[in-house]
């Protein structure tokens, strides 16, 4: 399970604890389920990069990236308002190295994302010094415009119209990934589009790109060259083989089915075994992003989770400032409809333990302040 070395100690090792244990669901992650990865199709693909390329596969590369996996990408990326061509493409170590890379070339004073967001781009920002913030005020904004992490929802309209005033990062990790199928881009004004193959093939290959402004482009080359030379240029040739095999539009719909009814399987379970707590239904991608409406330590209840079997991501990790009620993401990526309920029934019991534990201890606090604050004839007689 993919973790950020940036979250809390306590939170880092119950996450990491949960994710050693064959017992536990596991409804944290964001992971993709390992049996919709296209295996046949990427084997093949590999031999036939090592037959036909030979050492060439295993040589460096430039910093740009494979010219055919590059050209496949900008034809993938292209939108009416935005013809690319492959000279355009950056490829990159994932979507994570897309994003710093931006952020290095923009140096924002202040970056705008929206009231949730992906943490790794929050921890990225602490590391680089730089401010987030989910108010309008910022010289660069961050986006997920088609579907978002962590409530699986489009970009609110409030905050896209806050984008047409600076630069714009726009990350489509979920954007192929809408229960509905819709492929168009939003349009963004001055864009630093970000795509990633992890949610859709497999995030092992860490295969991403980054398509700058133009103007931009030898900046980014420079700051990628310093960085680390160049992407994996086997896994940047065996991605253009697999892809100019696989039929990738028909393996997204297979993709968006599955996630789909995994999505329905999750709202589903979260109304019959927790009413109280809300959420909005997805539309694509991942996650729910439940609201319990109850405040409280979100530390204890992962523990109380991990008693039970099961984990999910605290909602603190998504947001710049602390919201007043206890948070939840539960990925529903990575796990069968039967185990999903069974992950949300243990839920469920831990709340249970939870909140009976912490009503326990809100009783005995108002016990002591009542006997503290008793008269002095009060406590003698």
Same mark, same amino acid.
């Given at each position: 399970?993919?973790? +950020? ?12 604890? +949960?994710?050693a244990r064959?017992?536990v ?12 990865f &296209? ?11 090592? *037959? @036909? $390329?030979?050492?060439? @596969? ?16 900008a034809?993938?990326l292209?939108? &009416? ?8 493409? /950056?490829?990159?170590?994932g ?5 710093? #890379?931006?952020v290095?070339?923009?140096a924002?004073?202040?970056?705008? /994302? ?10 990225? #920002? ?6 987030a ?5 910022a010289?660069? =904004? ?12 489009p970009?609110?309209?409030? =905050?896209?119209?806050?984008?047409? *005033? ?8 979920? @954007? %192929?990934l ?5 492929s ?5 004004a001055r ?10 093939l497999?995030?092992? !290959?860490?295969?991403?790109?980054l ?9 980014? !080359?420079?700051l990628?060259? /310093?960085?680390? #030379? ?6 940047q040739?065996?991605?253009a083989?697999?892809?100019a095999?696989?039929?990738y539009? %028909?393996h997204l ?17 979260l $109304?019959?075994? #927790? ?12 996650s ?8 409280g330590?979100? /530390?204890?209840?992962?523990?109380a ?15 710049? *400032? &602390? ?6 993401? !539960? +990925? =529903? ?10 992950g ?17 201890a809100? @009783?005995?606090?108002? +016990? ?14």
């Open positions: 399970m993919k973790r +950020c070395p940036t979250e809390p100690p306590a939170i880092d090792a119950l996450q990491r604890a +949960c994710a064959a017992d669901i596991g409804l944290a992650g964001g992971l993709p389920d390992p049996a919709l &296209p295996r046949a199709a990427m084997h093949a693909a590999m031999d036939a990069v090592v *037959r @036909a $390329r030979g050492l060439g @596969a295993f040589q460096y590369g430039w910093p740009e990236g494979d010219g055919r996996l590059r050209e496949w990408l034809r993938r292209s939108s &009416p308002g935005r013809p690319l061509g492959a000279e355009d493409v /950056v490829v990159t170590a979507a994570q190295q897309a994003i710093a #890379l931006a290095d070339a923009l924002p004073a202040r970056v705008g /994302v929206g009231a949730a967001t992906y943490p790794a781009l929050l921890a990225l #920002l602490r590391a680089r010094g730089v401010p913030t989910d108010g309008p005020r010289s660069v =904004f961050y986006a997920m415009p088609e579907i978002g992490n962590p409530e699986g929802l970009m609110d309209r409030g =905050f896209a119209r806050a984008l047409g *005033r600076a630069p714009a990062i726009a990350d489509g990790a979920y @954007a %192929e809408r229960f509905d199928g819709a168009a881009r939003a349009e963004l864009p630093w589009t970000v795509f990633t193959f992890a949610k859709t497999c995030p092992g !290959l860490r295969i991403g790109c398509v700058p402004p133009r103007e931009r482009r030898a900046q980014v !080359l420079r990628k060259h /310093v960085a680390d #030379l160049q992407a994996s240029g086997l896994g040739c065996m991605l083989e697999l892809l095999r696989l039929d539009d %028909e719909a297979r993709l968006r089915a599955v996630y789909a009814r995994r999505a329905e399987a999750l709202a589903d379970s $109304r019959r075994h #927790l009413p109280s707590w809300s959420f909005r239904e997805p539309a694509g991608g991942f729910i992003f439940v609201d319990t409406h109850e405040p330590d979100d /530390v204890a209840l992962l523990a989770a991990s008693a039970q079997g099961v984990s999910f991501d605290p909602g603190r990790l998504f947001r710049v *400032r &602390p919201h007043e009620t206890l948070e939840l993401r !539960l +990925c =529903f990526s990575n796990a069968s409809e039967r185990r999903i309920d069974q949300v029934a243990r839920l469920a019991r831990a709340w249970t333990a939870f909140t009976s534990r912490a009503r326990a809100d @009783a005995r606090r108002r +016990c002591r302040a009542r006997r503290t604050t008793r008269p002095p004839s009060a406590r003698s007689s």
